[in-house]
């Protein structure tokens, strides 16, 4: 469902990321994780065709990020970290105009919307001021907005960031529950998020691909009894290699 080889992406001097090859098939979570600077942003930016890479290949769902841009955003759903809304329109007002951007009209957009209200814990809050939304709130309302055309890869950068634990519940269960039915890949720095959600877990630092594995292989394969362990024990791997 993704393919990525010989990923690099260059900003002037900086090596953001450096010949990244690797595969997700359909259905997987994938968790990625790394410390702040590991490119973690970059790399769901490149594969949401928010920016072009450098050099190398990247297909989702066997089509090119670079040639055929539009179609891998119709498959695609993309939340990112910094929160884009428009803050005097309504929830229901935004989820709209988004859902018609994509393409849904008429009562299947009306009964699409109504799905997402209920799975991203939004009722209620159907003729709320986005601009007067909490933090937890808006990110729900985005995370609906990401469903909305019912995207066969979805993108989540940092998705729970700065929430308080009720809100960061909703939205893991919202996400979560798309496993084996949707391809995800997410960002956090949740390591406990990671280990209960994740197929996989990819480690990124300093642009390179440290590990791929399940969140138990890369604890036994380290010896250690954590997930937080395992993660920086192989970011030490690769500082020291």
């Known amino acids: 469902m993704i393919e990525v080889s010989h990923l690099r992406q260059q900003f002037g001097r900086v090596t953001a990321l450096s010949n990244l090859s690797f595969r997700v098939e359909r259905g997987e979570l994938i968790g ?3 410390p702040s600077g590991a490119g973690k942003t970059t790399l769901l930016r490149v594969l949401s065709t928010y920016m072009a890479p450098t050099a190398g290949t990247v297909l989702l ?3 090119d990020v670079v040639s055929d841009s539009l179609r891998v955003r119709r498959m695609t759903g993309y939340l990112p970290e910094k929160d884009p809304i428009y803050p005097e329109m309504r929830v229901m007002e935004y989820l709209g105009f988004r859902a018609r951007l994509r393409g849904l009209s008429g009562r299947t957009r009306i009964k699409r ?7 991203c814990g ?3 809050l159907e003729r709320a001021l986005m601009g007067n939304l909490s933090k937890g ?3 729900r309302v985005l995370l609906a907005d990401c469903l909305a055309g019912e995207p066969e890869i979805i993108l989540l950068d940092e998705p729970t960031l700065g929430l308080d634990p009720l809100n960061g ?3 893991r269960t919202s996400f979560g529950s798309l496993k084996g039915e949707r391809t995800v890949m997410f960002s956090t720095h949740d390591m406990a998020e990671a280990e209960a959600l994740a197929s996989r877990v990819m480690i990124l ?3 390179l691909l440290m590990a791929f594995e399940t969140p138990a292989q890369l604890i036994r394969n380290r010896g250690v009894s954590t997930l937080a362990e395992a993660v920086k024990a192989v970011v030490q791997e690769g500082g020291a290699a």
């Open 32 to 34: 990625l994780i790394g």
């Open 61 to 63: 769902g066997g089509v």
């Open 113 to 119: 919307l109504r799905e997402l209200i209920g799975r």
């Open 122 to 124: 939004l009722a209620g």
């Open 137 to 139: 709130e808006v990110r």
């Open 169 to 171: 519940d909703r939205i």
């Open 205 to 207: 630092n300093h642009g």
